[in-house]
């Protein structure tokens, strides 16, 4: 219900918005937050994650409880705003995503595969346990102060490589990431885009991600987010969890250190 | 004496390009392992022309890089084979607002948009329109149409590397994205003088 009345309103605001933008730009989006007060849909997403995460399921028949993301088993209190790092267990730097997808497995017994199959939900029916589970853990951050490690040479090479991948351009489009988000106050049709290589614009935008999208009825990680900037980019489809996701991830998040989160946000 | 010299430098500027095709090589490596193709966005996507690899250092690119980029890049431009630049502003304007095309979402038998408006402002009356590029509003009212700027803005919708390297506009013509009728059409948006881009 929630979902209905919020994309109707924001339909209809966004109206107003294209017909008003040449004089003052309303933010319809500005204007549903502060319709919604303090809340926000993402509460149904973390309160569904909390559940999974204390729920015994899988082979094991364990619940999450022993997940270690980074400050110690159990810990999620402000684990999230120091992810992406490296894991000494596994040898390599992971985001907050592939971070659970590992506890699943080694915890819960429930390989990686059988996780991912819906990475995605579709707003509806059609639900991924990864968003409920990020926007649950994700929460428990909140107004947290971005520190990202970068004390592991692992660490300084993925920050190193997802800033290569930023400004790579290929495709029939020749667009990268930086085509969009490397100058400051410009927009694509009616968007603001923030300039990732800033750093106020980029604390503003990681800290506000994951989030509830208004149009699509849907909790989305930052997965999906780096997904779906790549679709756009006439791109192949990036591989949930993979070097590139993990890399770009650590590049944004390290470029929004000393930013506080206030995650999962409320997007358009 | 000046020939060693000459060998010493040739050798090190070898060993630098050297060093970098690795580097590049590596990296193109990683990102294919990290994408799986899906619908019409193929891995080969991620491989890069020379003008995309020069253009993705994060910084300006200057000096003989930038010449490198305008002299491939001039070499691609082909005119329209009939010699007529013009075609009809209304189906142009139906390119300039469509944002499809080339995404593994969409449906590669659906012609492509030139997706205009997400960067450049031109008709008046569309308001939303992006500021990534410049404002073309007016464009052919400001600028006539005489053959010189008919030929340059073809070959600017054509290759805009042509014109300014490490341009952030995609080459329309060179990348395949428009057929030629199509170019034609957003000329004909730009310069015709019944088309909202010139009230």
Redesign the interface.
């Known amino acids: 219900m929630i979902r209905i009345t919020g994309a109707l309103w924001l339909g209809s605001a966004l109206a107003v918005a294209?017909?008003t933008?040449?004089a003052q730009a309303p933010d319809p989006v500005a204007e549903y937050r502060e319709m919604l007060g303090d809340d926000n849909p993402a509460v149904f997403w973390e309160l569904r994650g909390e559940e999974l995460w204390k729920t015994p399921r899988g082979p094991k028949r364990a619940d999450l409880s022993g997940c270690d993301l980074g400050l110690g088993k159990g810990v999620i209190a402000g684990a999230y705003a120091q992810l992406p790092r490296f894991f000494a267990d596994t040898g390599r730097v992971q985001d907050l995503e592939s971070r659970i997808v590992h506890c699943i497995e080694t915890l819960q017994g429930i390989p990686a595969a059988e996780t991912l199959k819906v990475r995605f939900g579709n707003g509806d029916d059609y639900r991924s346990e990864m968003e409920a589970l990020t926007a649950y853990v994700v929460a428990a951050s909140r107004g947290h102060t971005m520190a990202v490690p970068f004390s592991h040479p692992q660490e300084k090479a993925a920050y190193e490589?997802g800033?290569?991948?930023?400004?790579?351009?290929?495709?029939?489009?020749?667009?990268?990431c930086?085509?969009?988000h490397g100058?400051s106050?410009?927009?694509?049709?009616?968007q603001q885009?923030p300039n990732l290589t800033d750093a106020q614009d980029a604390r503003a935008a990681y800290t506000g991600w994951p989030a509830y999208r208004i149009s699509q009825g849907e909790l989305r990680t930052m997965e999906w987010r780096l997904n779906d900037c790549?679709?756009?980019q006439?791109?192949?489809?990036?591989?949930y969890g993979?070097?590139?996701?993990i890399a770009l991830t650590m590049f944004l998040a390290k470029s929004a250190d000393g930013g506080t989160l206030d995650a999962p946000g409320l997007k358009r | 004496m000046k020939h060693q010299a000459w060998a010493g430098a040739l050798a090190l500027l070898l060993g630098l390009s050297a060093t970098a095709a690795t580097a590049e090589t590596a990296?193109v490596d990683?990102?294919r392992?990290?994408?799986?193709?899906?619908n019409q966005?193929?891995?080969e996507?991620?491989?890069?022309d020379r003008?995309?690899q020069a253009?993705?250092?994060?910084r300006p690119v200057s000096g003989e890089a930038a010449v490198q980029i305008i002299m491939d890049s001039r070499d691609t431009i082909r005119d329209p084979a009939d010699g007529r630049y013009l075609g009809d502003w209304k189906a142009g304007e139906i390119v300039a607002q469509n944002g499809r095309g080339?995404?593994?979402?969409d449906d590669p038998a659906e012609p492509s948009g030139g997706n205009c408006?997400?960067?450049h402002q031109l008709a008046q009356a569309e308001?939303?329109?992006?500021?990534?590029g410049p404002s073309l509003m007016h464009y052919g009212k400001l600028r006539g149409r005489d053959a010189a700027i008919l030929k340059y803005t073809w070959g600017k919708i054509y290759n805009a590397q042509a014109f300014m390297p490490c341009s952030?506009m995609?080459?329309f013509g060179h990348?395949?994205?428009l057929d030629e009728q199509q170019m034609r059409d957003v000329m004909a948006y730009l310069f015709d003088p019944e088309s909202p881009v010139n009230q």
Do not use: N, W
Not at chain 2, 33 to 38: D, E, G, I, R, V
Not at chain 2, 55 to 58: A, L, V
């Open positions: 294209a017909l933008v040449g490589l800033r290569k991948i930023f400004f790579y351009r290929a495709g029939p489009h020749d667009f990268s930086s085509t969009c100058t106050g410009k927009r694509i049709r009616l885009m790549f679709r756009q006439r791109m192949p489809d990036l591989v993979s070097e590139v996701a | 990296l990683v990102l392992a990290s994408f799986k193709p899906k966005a193929t891995l996507r991620l491989d890069q003008t995309q253009c993705s250092t994060g080339k995404q593994y979402s408006y997400a960067c308001v939303a329109y992006g500021t990534i952030l995609p080459r990348q395949q994205i």
